[in-house]
């Protein structure tokens, strides 16, 4: 797991920047990122609340786990693709270029596919690095980190993995260090929500999510709140790295699609 560190002449990633940009930036546009990710999700999270009755008058297990499997990859594929959507977004949003929320969904189409196969077999790599004793994972993770923004900013496609190894390598400690920053404030949000869902009578969250409407509303709000965070850390390290060995600007990226 060796990394290519910067020599004393270059740039620093600058972690504590890219922290405080990422939830400035997410705060100043609270209601436009809140409202892509929760709105979404709440409309799915009811339709499968609303699902969940007649599954008990379904005999057959076969059609319970079609019905099941079927709603977990519904939610799963509007997870990926509201991921590349957030990273065009927040982008653009930085430059002061507005939010550019259809040609953020423009670009996520277009690339949806390679987002969502190269999405599959990160979990697999970043999964089996975790199970050698967690640092591997982190460090996978670090490598294909803005592999995302590579392909909804400069359409790699399939050649994502090999674009964002390129761009991380020689920061991918620091990718880590703002991974744990991010992951653990992004943990202290979901346990106050956890909490939340202990307290308010009538809530029902169970091992799987949501067991009923109002468990389903405060899911869609907890996610409206952290997987923006996380996607406009990562868009915001993809500029950034562009910025130190490339000379690329923010600017740049978001006219691509203009």
């Known amino acids: 797991m060796s990394d290519t560190n910067p020599t004393p002449s270059e740039e620093t990633l600058g972690i504590g920047n890219i922290i405080s940009d990422t939830f400035s930036l997410f705060i100043s546009n609270f209601a436009f990122f809140f409202g892509v990710v929760a709105i979404p999700f709440l ?43 957030l990273v065009r977004c ?63 900013f400069e359409g ?13 390598s020689g920061y991918r400690w ?10 653990v404030l992004v943990w202290l949000v979901s346990f106050i929500a956890g909490l939340i869902f202990v307290v308010i009578p009538g809530v029902g969250y169970g091992e799987y999510g949501a067991t009923n409407i109002l468990g389903a509303v405060l899911e869609a709000v907890l996610q409206g709140i952290t997987l923006p965070l996380s996607m406009i850390a990562a868009g915001l390290v993809f500029v950034r790295l562009r910025e130190i060995k490339e000379g690329g600007v923010a600017e740049d990226l978001v006219r691509i699609f203009e």
């Not at 790699?156 to 991380?168: M, V």
């Not at 620091?174 to 992951?183: E, F, K, T, Y």
């Open 174 to 183: 620091a990718i880590v260090g703002l991974m744990i920053g991010i992951g």
């Open 90 to 152: 927040a982008v653009a949003l930085k430059t002061g270029q507005g939010q550019q929320l259809n040609l953020a969904i423009a670009a996520t189409l277009k690339g949806f596919l390679p987002i969502l196969l190269l999405g599959i077999a990160s979990a697999f790599l970043i999964g089996f690095g975790f199970i050698m004793l967690i640092i591997p994972g982190l460090y996978i993770t670090a490598i294909l980190y803005v592999y995302i923004p590579s392909i909804v």
């Open 43 to 85: 409309v799915i999270n009811i339709a499968i609340q609303m699902a969940l009755p007649s599954l008990a008058d379904v005999n057959d297990v076969g059609s319970i786990w079609m019905i099941t499997l079927g709603s977990i990859a519904f939610v799963v594929l509007g997870y990926i693709f509201l991921q590349g959507v």
């Open 156 to 168: 790699r496609g399939f050649d994502a993995f090999s674009r964002s190894s390129q761009l991380t």
